[in-house]
């Protein structure tokens, strides 16, 4: 099984570790421990003291009762005994990839989008078509498109929802459509969904409760900002959850009593993060909308309410050589649009901590003016 460099982390992995204004992810500022553990006001002794008599083992393989509970009260019809805990999003993506792929199955995944949902199938030897969203249509794609892009062996339609660089959202009506496309051909849809829109006018139903083929991923990371937890889900029906059972045996064992425990106290306080993290995206919107009016280089199809923007630049060399030159003058770190095969973009990270937006906007402004000459 070959497969290619995972373009985002690679560049991740070198680049990370030397910025000053690290701009570039796409979770909501993370929480520190203290607090999150603070946040319903209990203290870490408090929080502590409960984990301290746990015993130190595998816990609960599918993740804990408490876990499953939480995670079902996300939807509208997946029962609890069908959440499977995951290493994260990405570990709900493998198993579900995974599971379902075969050679010469076919698969459409929208593109640019997160890499994993393309170059897992591919590597399995599945025949990849994309789904291309574009810049014109506000990062849409035609449903006209997909429909062309069906085939009769097409096993799997391959979203993210909200997507990863752009934050583009597919709203219900439209998912419901691409559902009509899917059932057509018994193609199941996979989504993930780790991009919550933090807007009450936005409605974005979670795949598995509009399709009894639909396969809903999710984690931790994005939207509850606390990335250091590696815990992520699959939902989905019965028959797909004894599926993926099986080959879960084969890819990971649980996540962890601790990660186990901190996941039950972020989901029971989902209310209380997401009221704090949707004052991040209200609040670091408007300051990228100010900057991108003020800033003659940057364009900007602005994202939904979600974490995660990709802006256009106006600049007269490649983007990655930007953002290696960006870094290394001014501590900026953007991820180019390269590593989602999109050149002259950048993916912004616009939700990190206010400051650090603030300032390093600050800086690529200062950075921009070196070609205005």
């Given at each position: 099984m070959k497969i290619p460099s995972f373009g985002v982390e690679e560049?991740?992995?070198?680049?990370?570790?030397?910025?000053?204004?690290?701009?570039?992810?796409?979770?909501?500022?993370?929480?520190?421990?203290d607090e999150i553990i603070r946040i319903d006001g209990t203290?870490?002794?408090?929080?502590?003291?409960?984990?301290?008599?746990?015993?130190?083992?595998?816990?609960?393989?599918?993740?804990?009762?408490e876990f499953k509970e939480e995670v079902s009260k996300l939807y509208k019809t997946v029962d609890k005994d069908n959440i499977l805990q995951t290493n994260g999003a990405t570990g709900a993506n493998i198993l579900a990839l995974y599971s379902l792929?075969?050679?010469?199955?076919?698969?459409?995944?929208?593109?640019?989008?997160?890499?994993?949902?393309?170059?897992?199938?591919?590597?399995?030897?599945?025949?990849?078509?994309?789904?291309?969203?574009?810049?014109?249509n506000n990062w849409l794609p035609s449903l006209e498109d997909l429909k062309r892009l069906m085939k009769k062996n097409t096993k799997m339609i391959c979203l993210n929802n909200a997507n990863n660089p752009t934050g583009t959202i597919f709203e219900e009506d439209f998912l419901k459509e691409i559902v009509k496309i899917a059932k057509e051909y018994d193609a199941y849809i996979l989504v993930d969904e780790v991009y919550k829109p933090l807007d009450s006018n936005i409605s974005v139903p979670a795949i598995v409760d509009l399709y009894e083929k639909g396969i809903s991923t999710n984690s931790l990371s994005k939207t509850y900002s606390i990335p250091g937890v590696?815990?992520?889900?699959t939902a989905t029906n019965k028959e797909l959850?004894?599926?993926?059972?099986?080959?879960?045996d084969y890819t990971m064992i649980c996540a962890g009593v601790f990660d186990d425990f901190l996941a039950v106290h972020v989901?029971?306080?989902?209310?209380?993060v997401l009221k704090r993290n949707k004052e991040i995206v209200n609040t670091n919107l408007e300051i990228v909308k100010e900057w991108v009016k003020d800033e003659p280089r940057v364009s900007l199809v602005l994202p939904k309410h979600v974490s995660t923007s990709f802006i256009k630049l106006d600049i007269p060399i490649d983007v990655e050589t930007f953002c290696i030159q960006l870094l290394k003058e001014k501590g900026v770190l953007l991820v180019p649009g390269n590593r989602f095969d999109v050149e002259g973009h950048a993916r912004l990270g616009y939700c990190t901590h206010t400051e650090i937006l603030k300032k390093g906007l600050k800086e690529l402004s200062n950075y921009l003016r070196k070609f205005d000459n």
């Open positions: 560049w991740l992995n070198v680049w990370e570790n030397d910025a000053i204004y690290d701009i570039a992810g796409s979770s909501i500022a993370s929480f520190s421990l203290t870490p002794e408090e929080f502590f003291n409960k984990l301290l008599d746990r015993k130190m083992n595998y816990g609960y393989i599918e993740g804990s009762l792929i075969e050679p010469e199955d076919h698969v459409i995944s929208m593109h640019p989008s997160y890499q994993q949902l393309y170059d897992i199938p591919k590597s399995f030897g599945a025949e990849v078509d994309f789904w291309e969203i574009k810049e014109e590696r815990v992520g889900w959850a004894d599926i993926f059972r099986k080959y879960r989901l029971k306080n989902k209310e209380a």
